[in-house]
């Protein structure tokens, strides 16, 4: 039986000056490194399949399969891309990854190219985060200058470069094809697949997109060995993983645990929902996940777990909301990001959200009317499954789950304002203005 | 409401400012945005660092910035165009010294957000997207900017200013116009918002050094786990 | 002149089966399955699906259910039928038979409408919109929208002949695509993002391409108006016919729209062997010279040396007058503008009716070798035994020689960038330096100083199916038509000819050259004169060799030549403009048929009205050989007779009737006559440099720098044919003077500076554009821009000419 809570990607995180070359090599830093370049590529990427990892930037896709999937005989070069465009509202695990310890993720990128063979490897981070930026920077360099970088590292023939590159403002750039046209030096929306990236992705050559988790968890398996991993996690969710816990609670935070961990184990280590107040909807993994109530608490935060109660885990992103909140403000908040983020390609997302966030306006200041709550849900049909990728469909889930749980609420809109009905104030951290209170 | 309202135009839609064409771009810039089409693979990969760069230089994406870069990437300045006004962080007209985001998605906007943004506004006495007069803040209400552990958040410069109240955003913006030194709370000491570009743009400034390795928040799992004993399996014992 | 298909170029297709709402149709592997559903007739709607630009999957109106893949399991989403490739066994339910699909699409139209303006009523696509249609016949009654709607200021020109009207689009990325695959010019782009997402441009750079036409065409809703058309008709009003291009030897296939017997506007047709769906803007928008005030509508006669205006009789009595006084001692002078019918009438006129083989249709400069490389390579050929459009995809590797396919045969260009892209093709031009074209076909460039061409083709190896093409402007190299002739005999490359203009190849074909007979017979070939006159029962023809147009003119200059029957030519357009000019002036009797004034009819004793290419039937022989019809757009009773009824009417006076009057009789007696079949005696053009015309190297003054001409016409430019076309003359590329750097050094120019072009009779200023990679020893000006037509200073390709720094001394 592992312990409650297993700290491997955080372990160092508050380590002094945690981020910098000495600091992790002090740990047993780039040891993987040297360990993975004595075994074969094809011996690396077996390990991480044995191991079950899967992608931890949402969609679950077992990495080490996604790595075999890159084909042997084709004449371009192969390229290893890193997702750090964390956008998804909730989601606040890989910032602060990189801001501690940003040679992680440098340790990892190098093991992961030697198994796909591949000698230019690129981090996307999005571009609002300049400290995560300054230290991810820095680590390339330190990580040259000592050699982990360039030509023959470390003796072993092998050569890589990483070329650090900083988005400009897209959550849409999150999605794997949106962020190889952005890395391109295009406008990022999504490209059509076939040819996936695997085949023809940056610059139509072999390419794998990994989230940073996912990458940074590889120098643990190598160092630590596949079952190791496997000794932690359920039987298909396997490993630990980094769990953000947000909103109206009294300690929210960062807990690295096996997957399966529950909410109400979360709350229970960190002080419970808000002092006075009670949980009343939650989202496991980001906006773009159903969001769940109280009778999910015990549900086991993995890819299975999430799935059986109708949503999805997501990033594990756990966005926790009391009985204060209005639902039909923060479905109108999310719409409204969705609208923002859409990137305008595919008529469902930029028609559709464009609507949307009009019809929940009125239901926030009580100007719906009988039946808008079905003409709503049809909309969200009109959308949903129908887009050219899921941004939109995130979108819609945020809408019908909310509708799914509270569908009461919406329906007080036809009368009611939802500042009257949940007054602002009582949500918020401290006393807000009377403008926002009434939302005159 | 009756039939269709129709909204007013998006008069300032489709381009950057055409009417400004002023620009701080020279033969240094140009070859420092050559430097960058250098770094990578194929040069219109640049793009995205190269227009960071053009917003150091001229407080904006300028008509001669999309110029400078369809120049040197060989691409069409309506391609250029198509991308700079794409991305939120690229800025039609000129950013304040300091660029304060204020996050209004949904988690930080019912935590008191909103209110944030109310307060911060009134006191520039500008709305979002907008430049005081003196050129010192411009202001934007961001989305999530991934640090909802520390909600509700406020950015200056594109560093975190964590779990704000609207005393400390009062402080906050006092200090910067007084031109105090400011640290963010898991950051550098705030530099103004055209250095920070600069960094984006890929030239580094040298302070990846300053600042905490993680906030409070970021450790608290490990600082749960370390009180309770807890940790991940050794490998020997997950045989 | 038939479509010649040969079994062994029928490739075999691996065919699967798939079944669409119940139907199972075989469809070649890796069919689309928008496209195999229109195979068995059914039509998915959609907006961004396009067949010839590359799938995007974006306006989602064209969704489909797939119940099976093929392997037994469904898709848990509807698909895109536009991007979806069919596979073995694969179930498709369309709109017909799945509700699924049938709520999707309406789902996805009302989004579309809800911020569209619905002002169909002043919308120039109203009544030919997709868009409307499927709103008309799939979309809800009323709106569930309430909402406000997104509004743009508009229109927005985005270049002086497109504009567009933002809040109509519906972003389904056309003509973005169009722009950046298919014509390689994108200079419109998306700009912005989700719901304020629109087409843009950078606004110190217009969308001015030579294609910019093809996205108002090819625009699924009226957001894309032509300044032209705009507000000028309803579609509903128009008349339409198909008819071909006759700008250039493209032979593009087109829809003529009238109103009111006036042509409204011109859009591209659908031919798949030639011009698949797209033109060029010439061919779309210029088609209103000689529609005006200075259109000819009845006959003229000089009298006390001024013209007047005669009844038919009078006329044609008077130009018979002169004509038999003249006799045999007459040249004839065609021009560009025939169709293959009227080319014909007039070869027959000349040979069998003057009795001369003084006959020409190149009015422009014309090589030494040139007639001799068109009887050997070019004549008698029909479509498949040379090279097609088809051909230029798959040849692996073109050359191009004397040609700038962009600006002199545009549906090339297009067919060359297709190649490109798809194809794996590689272009090689030999030319003075590298153009935006060759840019945009990835071509190697041979930098080749004007007279070096010759050498450069020796240096190239070529394999078996690659393809030269030569254009009219090779004939003035030195050697250049020998060499590319050598090179493709030795490599096995295949060697096509692209003339300029649309009545080129018919020309050759009629036997509008002194030298050849009507379907390639060789004049000095006495079988070939026999085969001729036989079939035009005349007991023998002409064998005294006839002269070539520039002799024709100096010897009606001289009086050696008494008579000339002009059909439409222009003297600046030949080598020299003040020769013709006194050719015409000093001829003794001058006979024009032509639409309207010019420098000839001024200079004529008696002017026929000829009828305007949309009051013609008739035939354009493309440069592929291949026919084209030319269907009559407007049937006016008043309408005046073609060329072929004149040329009738004036052999019927002189007594020896023509013996055709319609079209249709000239082309049945083109068939029936045939192609040339004796043995053909390659009678090789020399090697030997082309003599040319009276040399004449320009004097060298101090400060002046020697230098070789290169120059061509650029698409848009002062030929009269695009006069009255203000918006398309706005797009036209600037008139340049391009040199290298090591040149613009040496005269100590900068881009920008005006350079003076100098040769005896006169120069040119122009702005410089320094052109890196360009042949030294060269400058480069176009051949007929508005204000600096070379035929004024008398200089062609390949001549020297002398620059100097600044404007007029």
Not at chain 3, 459 to 468: D, H, S
Not at chain 3, 549 to 565: C, D, P, Y
Request: hydrophobic share 40%; proline share 5%.
């Amino acid at each position: 039986m592992t312990d409650t809570l297993t700290p491997v990607l955080s372990a160092q995180w508050g380590a002094e000056k945690s981020w910098t070359l000495d600091a992790y090599t002090a740990t047993g830093g780039y040891e993987a490194v040297g360990t993975a370049l004595k075994l074969t590529p094809a011996q690396v990427t077996d390990m991480v399949k044995d191991s079950g990892l899967r992608g931890r930037g949402g969609a679950g896709f077992p990495t080490g399969m996604k790595w075999s999937f890159v084909p042997k005989d084709n004449p371009n070069p192969t390229y290893l891309v890193v997702n750090a465009d964390e956008s998804e509202p909730g989601t606040c695990k890989d910032m602060p990854l990189l801001l501690a310890s940003p040679h992680i993720l440098v340790e990892g990128m190098i093991i992961a190219s030697y198994a796909i063979n591949c000698h230019t490897a690129f981090v996307y981070i999005r571009g609002e985060v300049l400290h995560v930026i300054r230290r991810m920077q820095q680590a390339v360099a330190q990580a040259y200058a000592a050699g982990y970088l360039g030509k023959n590292i470390k003796g072993s023939g092998y050569d890589l470069d990483i070329i650090v590159h900083a988005g400009a403002g897209a959550y849409i750039c999150g999605e794997e094809t949106a962020l190889l046209d952005s890395l391109e030096g295009r406008r990022g929306q999504p490209r059509l697949r076939p040819p996936f990236p695997a085949v023809a992705g940056l610059y139509a050559s072999p390419t794998v997109i990994n989230n940073v988790e996912s990458i940074a968890s590889v120098p643990s398996i190598v160092k630590n060995g596949s079952s190791w991993f496997g000794s932690m996690g359920t039987e298909k969710s396997k490993g630990m993983t980094i769990y953000s816990l947000s909103g109206h609670v009294n300690r929210p935070g960062q807990f690295e645990a096996p997957l399966g961990i529950t909410l109400r184990q979360l709350l229970d280590l960190s002080g419970g929902v808000r002092s006075g107040h009670q949980l009343k909807f939650w989202t496991p993994g980001g906006s773009s996940t159903p969001i769940l109530t109280g009778e999910h608490l015990d549900v086991p935060l993995d890819y299975e777990g999430m799935a059986g109660a109708g949503s999805m885990l997501g990033t594990k992103a756990l966005q926790v909301f009391d009985e204060t909140t209005s639902v039909v403000r923060t479905t109108l908040r999310w719409i409204e990001f969705y609208k923002h983020e859409s990137c305008g390609k595919c008529t469902p997302c930029r028609e559709g959200n464009w609507w949307l966030v009009q019809l929940l306006k009125k239901f926030e200041a009580g100007e719906a009317v009988d039946g808008d709550v079905d003409k709503l849900l049809d909309i969200c049909d009109d959308i949903g499954g129908k887009s050219f990728c899921a941004l939109a469909d995130g979108a819609v889930a945020c809408v019908t789950s909310a509708v799914r749980h509270f569908r009461g609420e919406f329906e007080a809109g036809y009368k009611t304002p939802a500042w009257e009905l949940f007054p602002y104030g009582a949500s918020a951290l401290f006393p807000v203005s009377e403008k926002v209170g009434a939302h005159a | 409401m009756s039939g269709h309202e129709f909204q007013s135009f998006f008069p300032d839609s489709g381009e950057v400012d055409m009417t400004d064409t002023s620009t701080s771009i020279d033969e240094a810039t140009m070859a420092e945005l050559r430097d960058l089409a250098g770094r990578y693979p194929q040069a219109r990969s640049a793009l995205l660092p190269m227009l960071h760069l053009v917003q150091s230089v001229d407080g904006r994406i300028s008509p001669a910035g999309i110029e400078a870069c369809a120049d040197v990437l060989g691409i069409s300045t309506a391609q250029v165009s198509g991308v700079a006004t794409f991305y939120t962080m690229y800025r039609r007209r000129p950013g304040g010294k300091h660029h304060v985001g204020v996050c209004t998605t949904a988690l930080c906007a019912v935590m008191g957000g909103d209110t944030l943004l109310e307060k911060v506004s009134a006191k520039l006495g500008i709305e979002p997207d907008e430049t005081t007069a003196d050129g010192t803040f411009s202001l934007e209400r961001i989305e999530c900017n991934a640090a909802c552990d520390f909600a509700p958040v406020m950015m200056v410069n594109w560093e975190f200013m964590d779990n704000m109240t609207p005393a400390k955003a009062d402080k906050l913006i006092d200090d910067l116009a007084a031109g105090k030194d400011v640290s963010s709370t898991r950051g550098a000491k705030i530099t103004s918002w055209r250095e920070a570009e600069r960094v984006l743009a890929g030239f580094t400034d040298g302070r990846a050094d300053e600042g905490p390795s993680a906030g409070e928040a970021s450790l608290l799992g490990k600082s749960i786990a370390d009180a309770n004993g807890w940790a991940a399996p050794k490998p020997e014992d997950a045989k | 002149m038939s479509v010649v298909t040969k079994a062994d170029q029928v490739a075999t297709v691996d065919t699967i089966a798939v079944t669409i709402d119940g139907i199972e149709v075989q469809v070649p592997k890796g069919t689309l399955a928008i496209r195999a559903a229109e195979m068995i007739g059914i039509a998915i709607p959609r907006f961004c699906d396009h067949p010839l630009l590359d799938p995007v999957g974006a306006c989602r109106q064209c969704l489909v259910e797939v119940p099976d893949m093929g392997n037994g399991r469904g898709m848990p989403k509807p698909q895109a039928s536009c991007t979806l490739e069919v596979a073995p066994g694969m179930q498709i339910r369309t709109q017909l038979t799945s509700p699924v699909a049938a709520k999707s699409q309406k789902g996805m139209l009302e989004f579309l409408l809800i911020n569209h303006p619905l002002d169909c009523p002043i919308c120039d696509k109203g009544g030919e919109c997709p868009l409307q249609n499927q709103a008309l016949a799939n979309g809800g009654g009323e709106s569930r929208y309430e909402g406000v709607k997104r509004t743009f200021p508009k229109p927005v020109p985005i270049s002086a002949q497109i504009l567009l009207d933002r809040e109509r689009c519906v972003l389904c990325a056309r003509c973005t695509r169009f722009s950046e695959q298919i014509s390689g010019d994108p200079f419109i782009a998306l700009v912005e993002r989700g719901a304020l997402q629109q087409v843009g441009m950078y606004a110190d750079h217009p969308y001015d391409s030579y294609f910019s036409g093809n996205v108002v065409q090819i625009c699924p809703v009226g957001a894309l108006t032509s300044a032209a058309y705009r507000f000028q008709s309803r579609p509903f009003d128009l008349v339409s016919t198909e008819t071909t291009c006759e700008h250039c030897a493209g032979g593009c296939h087109l829809r003529s729209d009238q109103r009111h017997f006036q042509v409204k506007r011109r859009l591209a047709a659908e031919a798949p062997e030639v011009n698949e769906e797209w033109n060029c803007d010439k061919g779309r928008f210029a088609f209103v010279s000689a529609r005006g005030e200075d259109r000819i509508t009845r006959p003229l006669i000089r009298e006390d040396g001024v013209l007047r205006i005669a009844s038919w009789p009078e006329a044609i009595d008077a130009a018979v007058a002169g004509l038999a006084a003249a006799g045999s001692s007459a040249g004839v002078l065609t021009g560009g503008r025939l169709t293959l019918e009227d080319a014909y009438g007039y070869s027959k006129f000349a040979r069998a009716v003057l009795g001369t083989n003084s006959i020409d249709f190149r009015s422009r400069p014309a090589g030494a070798d040139e007639a001799a490389f068109l009887a050997a390579r070019v004549a008698g050929r029909t479509v498949g035994q040379d090279v097609t459009y088809a051909d230029l995809e798959k040849a692996g590797h073109v050359v191009l020689v004397g040609f700038e396919p962009e600006d002199e045969s545009p549906l090339v260009f297009l067919r060359l960038r297709k190649g490109v892209r798809k194809s794996n093709l590689l272009v090689t031009a030999i030319a003075a330096f590298a153009t935006t074209g060759t840019e945009k076909l990835n071509a190697t460039l041979v930098a080749t100083a004007p007279g070096g061409e010759a050498e450069a083709l020796a240096g190239l190896e070529l394999a078996p199916g690659n393809v030269i093409l030569v254009g009219e402007r090779a004939a003035l190299a030195a050697g250049a038509l020998a060499a590319a002739a050598d090179l493709a005999d030795a490599s096995g490359a295949r060697l096509a000819w692209v003339p300029r203009r649309a009545g080129d190849r018919g020309a050759v074909e009629a036997g509008c050259l002194p030298g050849l007979l009507p379907g390639g017979r060789p004049l000095a070939d006495a079988t070939a004169r026999v085969d001729v006159a036989s079939a035009w029962e005349l007991e023998s023809l002409p064998a005294a060799a006839g002269l070539e147009a520039t002799a024709m003119l100096a010897a009606a200059a001289t009086g050696e030549l008494k008579a000339l029957v002009v059909a439409g030519i222009e003297p600046s357009d030949f080598a020299d403009a003040a020769a013709v000019r006194a050719g015409l002036e000093e001829a003794g009797f001058v006979v024009a048929l032509e639409n309207r004034l010019s420098e000839v009819t001024e200079r004529a004793d008696v002017v026929f009205p000829v009828a305007l290419i949309e009051e013609h039937a008739g035939t354009f022989l493309n440069w592929e050989h291949r026919a084209g019809r030319v269907n009559t757009v407007i049937r006016q009773a008043n309408a005046p007779m073609t060329d072929l009824r004149v040329l009738a009417a004036l052999a019927d006076g002189l007594g020896k009737p023509l013996g055709i009057r319609t079209a249709k009789q000239a082309l049945a007696e083109i068939v029936e006559l045939g192609t040339w079949d004796a043995p053909v005696t390659k009678a090789k053009p020399t090697r030997k440099a082309a003599a040319k015309k009276a040399a004449k190297p320009a004097k060298v003054a101090d400060g002046e720098v020697a230098v070789k001409l290169s120059t061509w016409r650029q698409l848009i430019d002062g030929g009269r044919g695009q006069d009255g076309e203000e918006f398309m003359a706005a797009t036209a590329r600037d008139s340049v003077a391009r040199v290298s750097p090591a040149l613009a050094a040496q005269l100590g120019v900068a881009d920008g500076d005006e350079l003076s072009v100098n040769c005896n009779a006169g120069w040119y200023t122009l702005p410089v554009v320094i052109t890196p990679g360009m042949a030294e020893g060269t400058v480069w000006v176009p051949t007929n821009s508005p204000g600096t037509p070379l035929g004024e200073l008398g200089v062609v390709f390949g001549d020297d000419v002398a620059l100097s720094v600044g404007g007029e001394e």
